[in-house]
């Protein structure tokens, strides 16, 4: 692996807080147990740091103030962060966080926490394709070999921007990538990044970009954070790449494999601290919405791994943050 570490020599820092960018990849190391962890450092987040304990990530759109993730600190410590970051943004959105989060800004704070999707999480030590529910996974891999489909690792650029400017134009939103939720491919900071490509007749028709997900300065998990696919060829392409980068990453020792968020897969019951119109609107959003996003694709894809899925939620401040969410899709270039 050493091919894919890069050195963090001459590398600026990107934030505006106290940490020097050295220092944040540091808590990222030791603390960065969320699967948007690694995200925090993409182009264009601001930084609330708090020296010891760790720091929170966010974006600003026309006045909201977004937070990407949990904390990156210590789950003993999310109480601190949080407390201090509350007191200096207040009408703060919180994106794609975990219970305990929700549980304090609830009880602190009396905001709201609505179920925002799904995540999943594979243990790699006990995965295989066997099965009668992963038929469509060796489907697809059997059409891939007969397609003459090959996977590969590499860290230098393969097509990638042409192969990515294609598939954008398929997508619901065309010629948009979204950023935030997910993070650019082009980023200052590459380390322990893995790329997977496949090829066919020697030329790469898609590839998935793997993050990594720390704790205590060793690698627990990566998650796909971006996948193309030539448009010519999409069948098994995904799929394909995912069955040969985990069993890469099981020879490795690693423990598991993320697939990250499945927006609006949402559970039909309803929690005491959620917001019964924000989450009936997401609930009719993931059935009618699928012209700016593909939804249930995403669900049904993901779905077929058979990982173990948790909830992932947003906190709001109004039952009806209507104003917050159009400037988040706006940040994340859905609108």
């Known amino acids: 692996?050493?091919?894919?570490?890069?050195?963090?020599?001459?590398?600026?820092?990107?934030?505006?807080?106290?940490?020097?960018?050295?220092?944040r990849v540091g808590y990222l190391k030791k603390y960065g147990t969320h699967s948007q962890s690694f995200s925090t450092l993409q182009p264009g987040m601001q930084y609330f740091d708090v020296p010891g304990i760790g720091y929170l990530a966010y974006m600003r759109k026309w006045g909201g103030t977004f937070v990407l993730s949990d904390p990156v600190s210590a789950p003993e410590h999310f109480e601190v962060i949080l407390e201090k970051f509350h007191q200096r943004f207040p009408n703060a959105c919180y994106i794609q966080v975990s219970k305990p989060v929700v549980d304090y800004l609830h009880r602190r704070f009396g905001l709201f926490g609505t179920q925002f999707g799904s995540e999943s999480r594979i243990n790699l030590q006990s995965w295989s394709l066997t099965g009668k529910k992963k038929q469509i996974l060796r489907t697809a891999?059997?059409?891939?070999?007969?397609?003459?489909?090959?996977?590969?690792?590499?860290?230098?650029d393969d097509h990638t921007r042409e192969i990515s400017d294609a598939w954008i134009r398929t997508r619901k939103c065309k010629s948009k990538e979204i950023r935030f939720l997910i993070r650019p491919m082009e980023m200052d900071y590459r380390e322990n990044e893995r790329h997977f490509y496949a090829y066919q007749d020697g030329k790469a028709v898609g590839f998935i970009y793997f993050d990594p997900i720390y704790r205590n300065n060793e690698i627990i998990s990566y998650v796909p954070n971006i996948s193309r696919a030539n448009a010519d060829f999409r069948q098994g392409i995904f799929y394909t790449l995912m069955a040969h980068a985990m069993d890469v990453f099981k020879d490795e020792g690693v423990p598991y494999l993320d697939l990250g968020l499945i927006p609006l897969s949402l559970d039909q019951a309803t929690e005491h601290q959620e917001s019964r119109l924000l989450k009936r609107i997401m609930h009719g959003?993931?059935?009618?919405?699928?012209?700016?996003?593909?939804?249930?694709?995403?669900?049904?894809t993901k779905s077929r791994f058979r990982g173990d899925n948790f909830k992932t939620y947003c906190c709001h401040r109004r039952s009806l943050p209507a104003l917050e969410f159009l400037a988040m899709f706006k940040l994340t270039r859905l609108l």
């Open 141 to 156: 891999l059997n059409q891939a070999r007969k397609n003459g489909i090959t996977v590969k690792e590499r860290f230098s």
């Open 285 to 300: 959003l993931y059935e009618k919405g699928n012209f700016l996003y593909n939804f249930k694709g995403l669900e049904f």
């Open 1 to 23: 692996m050493s091919d894919q570490i890069l050195s963090l020599d001459g590398i600026q820092s990107l934030d505006e807080g106290v940490f020097t960018f050295p220092e």
